[in-house]
């Protein structure tokens, strides 16, 4: 009440309260909650809605049916943690920090700088509360790339990429903390990893229900090693024949240290794993339905590259990747393309398909708009808000797409339009092939027609110079390689 109204007479007051009743400003909608679920080397058809025919994937084959499934939607890189740097940032890898699967002894990996804007800090201004659980791989403990420290209230789970590894580990992290397992002392199995880390993230949505919240979910499913817990395994058992075997590292001073135990039935374990994770997207759906805010949460699921060829792996066998060539550490399409779905109840149309070119560096902006939140001017994202809720007229495009990769020789790839630029062996000149692909006629980057396409090679190239920034930690120029 102001201090005129404090010196009207009481009858005045009451007349305008009867005849003329003030009018409210509506309060603004809750901002939406955000849950985005990334699985751990999934190749691009290894779920059953993306073409998988060896086994099912109901689960995450409903949100498909009840949102938006994209076609042409590409990873960050085709490792682990510049794939969730870019996923963070909102940079491509010629601009984004960490580039590479870079180590910190004795856990961890190279840390995302402090001075890094990631969605979570996004988020946490614009009042979200923020959880990360599951494998994290930007930043050992304590470090500048903490999770804590990029913008994450709480993280549960690995934080190490090389630890996660191991599906029984001795430990885990609560932020700071170092949760011991007692269940895996020496070599019992008694407390499977994903399991502790989800019943963590189930509860953080039970704890924040009535808030908006972000669910950062990086499940470390179903990347190497091939282990699943009995019940699983005796679902898929003797039902992919002839069984691939693996032997591993089941004894020692690295004994679930990082390297894979064995497995003598890889495939079985496969499918089982994959069936633990749609099961998990499935109890992550039903939590928030029985909390009453699925209808205001966006889900979104993808994976951070293509399949792996680890730990006695066979993506061959299960046809992973479909119609698309190469695995986890290729810059080929079978590298960075990743079944991406979108579910929104309400807001996306269910039982959609969406052939918008995208990549991890747009969820960040995406994301912003849905919540609110401000973007970096930095980003190289655009958001796909737009295209999710059907108005395609208004989606803006990418003028291009780049990744680089530091290993095997150093890559990188150009993608504008339908035509695709690959270059292997780039830190040896000498070496260097140039690899040019019409991806509208040849998906399966089965015929180089750069010989044919001189033009187009030179422009992409060009694209593919100017498209990246040094750093510092994952550089080609500083070694005098590129030029």
Known sequence: MNRMSILLPASILLFTACHHPQKHKEAEPRQP?????????????????YGQKLFSTPNIDKLAENGMKFTRHYSGSTVCAPSRSALMTGQHTGHTFIRGNKEWKPEGQYP??????????????????????????????????????????????????????????????????????EGNREKQTGQYG??????KALQFLETNKDKPFFLYYPSIIPHAELLAPEKYME????????????????????????????????HAAFAAMIHILDDQVGEIVAKLKELGVYENTIILFSSDNGPHLEGGADPDYFDSNGP?????????????RVPMIAVWEGKIAAGTESDHISAFWDVFPT?????RANVPESID???????????????????????????????????????????????????????????????????????????????????????????????????GYLH
């Open 112 to 181: 995302l700088k402090a001075e890094a804007v990631t969605i979570a800090e996004a988020l946490q201004d614009a009042g979200y509360t923020t959880g990360a659980f599951g494998k994290w791989g930007l930043g050992y403990p304590g470090s500048e790339g903490d999770p804590n420290h990029q913008g994450f209230d709480e993280f549960f789970g690995y934080n190490c990429q090389r630890m996660g590894h191991n599906y029984y580990p001795y430990h885990l992290w609560n932020n700071q903390e170092k949760v011991m397992l």
């Open 367 to 371: 994301v912003a708009e849905i919540s």
């Open 324 to 336: 698309l060539k190469g695995y986890k550490r290729d810059l080929y399409e079978g590298g960075i």
């Open 381 to 479: 994202g655009i958001s796909f808000l737009p295209e999710l809720l059907g108005n395609e007229d208004q989606q803006k495009n990418h003028e291009y797409m780049y990744w680089e990769f530091h290993e095997r020789g150093g890559r990188q790839a150009v993608r504008k339009g339908n035509w695709k630029l690959v270059r292997y062996n780039v830190l040896n000149p000498e070496e260097t092939t140039t690899e040019l692909y019409n991806l509208e006629k040849d998906l399966g980057e089965e015929n180089n027609v750069a010989e044919q396409h001189t033009d187009i090679v030179k422009e992409l190239s060009e694209i593919m110079t100017n498209a990246r920034t040094e750093s510092e930690v994952f550089a080609f120029k500083s070694r």
């Open 33 to 49: 909650n955000i849950v985005y679920i990334l699985a751990d080397d999934l190749g691009y058809s290894d779920v059953s809605c």
């Open 194 to 199: 994903p399991d502790v880390i989800h019943q």
């Open 235 to 266: 679902k898929y058992r003797g039902k992919f024949m002839p069984e691939k075997g693996y032997k591993g590292v089941d004894s020692g001073e690295n004994y679930r240290q990082g390297p894979y135990g064995s497995q003598p039935e890889s």
